[in-house]
């Protein structure tokens, strides 16, 4: 069961802290990464793709006001990445507030499965994993 | 003189007479013609006849010369005879005298009356021998020349050698006692031809020869042509020593002559036409009687008709006489328009009807009399018979008669009150129009698209743009010079696009003659003539207030908008911000509540702290946000802006030196600008704070500091060299709450946000211009 990788995209950093623990406490993933904008995931996940390496994240929690690279941005670039590769990457919006343009402009990109709101609980979080 | 008289009435008697006139005329022509006739056809006759005598006298006197030489020959013959009576010579003589005498055919000697002698012998032997003296038809013409002792011509007889002759005999005496005779043979043609009878080939005449027989006395012809002479006009005379007789005959018995008959014939004819036309001149008064009595009926008829047309005219007639002004005549229209008898205005005086006496009358009749004028035409009020004042049109001309001065003037009038009433109406309803259009608070116009001219505008545009009508009429691009030079190209093209003449309205700015700038809202119109438009019609209307209210309301609007966005942007920024912490606190009480141990539990509680300092910060933030968009009373000053500047140099002196920082102040030092002196501070100090941040490190800072003014308007600009931010991607969140783009540790994304506020806050914008890697540059905008 403890297969899965995870990633956190997000600019606050006790929410990092607190996130880890969450995912900690879940025991469901295999590996877990945290990111403070979108451009240094999309680095990664670049650098991933070039190296051809099976590491590639199941989920990622982005949430939308980052600096440098904020959500929508990184997904423009996830769609730029092959079809059969990323559409086993599961990207979930987690943001404390949800505005219904933000839901409404989700529906374009088909990687995105769902929004989160924080708080994020660990039950939560398994049934995430569980879904995808 | 009585002489005189007769002769007229004699010439009377005869005009009243063409006819007889004319035959009379005739009469005497055909007489002098007939007595000139019978003038010329004598002395006609009386030329024939001496023509006649002229032709036979020359043959005449041939036929004589001929016979005189014929005596030579004989005489010369007997010549030839000895004194024996033997001739000498004969033969040579002979022929020596035959050639001198062509006529003669030959020559004879007869001695004793026996012809023993003839030269040439040849052709004549027949008479040879011939005792002319025995022989009976030849005796007797022979004797007598004997009788008469002198040479007689015998013949014409039938010649023993043939042919018709002539024998002329000459007796000769020898010592008185007759010897015998000469003799000449001619023929009788060649006679004929040597005297020209042969020849003769007259058309009018011929000859006829003729002698009595001696035998019978009876005259006998030798010519074949006609004998009886009866008939004929001839003349004639005797050949001497001969018994012949010499005729000219005239072929015709002429009593008239042809030139005579055409002579008469024309005289009769001209006689004949002179008598018609006497005829015709005489009775010509008649006929001209005739037409004039048939013209005075006509022009009877005529003047009836005019003086019932007139009489019945819708129209008022009078004829006025020049020098003493009185009615001569009037029509019945005329007498019933006054409300007077005929007499009743002759006795009152047309003066005293209708006014004379103004001056432009006064004038037009001057001018009538000396000729400048043929008529004139002129609107009066007249006084009626009941007192009431009508008012008439009267043309007046003048009747002149054989270009002399006018004797009188012909006057047509016509009862006009009603028009007159209907233009007063007019007048007074178009004066009111006029009034309203003058006194209304639009333009209204009115533009001819044929010669592309103004044909009415209202006297409002003086009071609007300042410019006069006289000024639009003369200048037919005034209105298009003095468009706002921003809104001529969009109000020039709008008109011209307009090619279907739609009726339309469009606004445009406009400046006065003084230079100031109006809204005008211009709603035109077309008139058309046979579906083409000729003419442009509209209302120019004044919106300036409108407008201004329009763009007063536009920028509340554009603020409340503005702080609509900005008030939904920070109920979002504190809904997103708050919800973050409390989020996070909620996540670490739960944290705690399932914490496995006291490290857990206290690194949850470092973690909450964390999460309420923060929360601190935040609330700090948001409430410098609330106060600035609070703060309505915001004290504004003058304030020296290059102070501001250096104090803030100051806060960043360390950073300065460290960086390396070129700092440029392109401000007056005494320059000043309505600010609140806290705002101005934090905004210098964001952006100098910002310029320095995101210096790019190949190069060393460049911040420079600029106050200029943008349409009228402060503007503050703070430049740098910076790293430059990709406005692309950036620009909606430059100036957002929590908005970084760097990679910045510090950036913390609330320096701009505070800046924009604060500059909004004081009424100004705050634009920002950037190219990445070269460098940023703020502007702000103050109010």
Known sequence: MKDKVIWVVDDDVIYQTIINKIIQKSGVFSSHFTFPNGNEALTSLKKILEDDDTALPDIILLDINMPVMDGWEFMEEIKKIKSDIRKDIHIYIVSSSI????????ATFSNIMGYIPKPISVNELIAIVSNT | MKNTENWGRFINWFAMRPRTAGFLVFFIFATITFIFSVLRNQILKDEDRNKMKIILNNAHQNIEQSLKNCYSTTVSLALTLDNSGVPQNFEAVSKQLIRSNPIVSSVELVPGGVIKYIYPLEGNEAAMNLNILSTADIRKEAKKSIESQKIYFAGPLKLRQGEVGIVGRLPIYNENKFWGFTAVIIKLNTLLKASGVKDIQHSDYYFQFSKKNPVTSKEEFFLPSKTDLSKSYYISQSISDSDWVLYLVAKQNVLVYPQVLFTSALGIIIALLFGILTTNILKKPEELEFLLKEQEAKLLKTEMKFKTIIDQAPVGFAIIDTASGNLMEANKKFCDMLGYTFEEIKKLGVNNVIHRNDLETFKNIKNLEKGIITDFSIEKQCLMKTGEIIWVNIIVSAFVESNEKPTSYIAFTKDVTERKNAEALIEKSQARFKSIIDNISVILWEYDLETKKSSFISKHAENLLGFSVEEYEENPRLWEEHIHPDDREYALSFAKKNKNFVNHEYEYRMITKEGKVIWIRNIINYGLKDDKPVISRGIMIDITTMKEAEKNLNNSLELVTEQNKRLLNFSYIVSHNLRSHTSNIESIISLIETAESEDEKNEMMQLLKSVSNSLDETMKHLNEVVNINTNLNLVTKPLKLSKYIKRARQLFTKQILTNKVTFITDVEKNALINYNSAYLESILYNLISNAIRYKHHERKPIITIKLYKENGKDVIEVSDNGIGIDLERNADKIFGLY???????????????????????????????????????FKIYIK
Do not use: C, H
């Open chain 1, 99 to 106: 505005a219904l343009e933000d839901k409404n402009k989700s």
């Open chain 2, 739 to 777: 908005k970084t783009f760097s990679t910045n540790s510090d950036a913390r994304g609330i320096g701009l946000f505070i800046t924009k506020n604060q500059v909004n806050a004081m009424g100004g914008t705050i634009v920002v211009n950037s190219i990445p890697n070269t460098g940023t540059t």
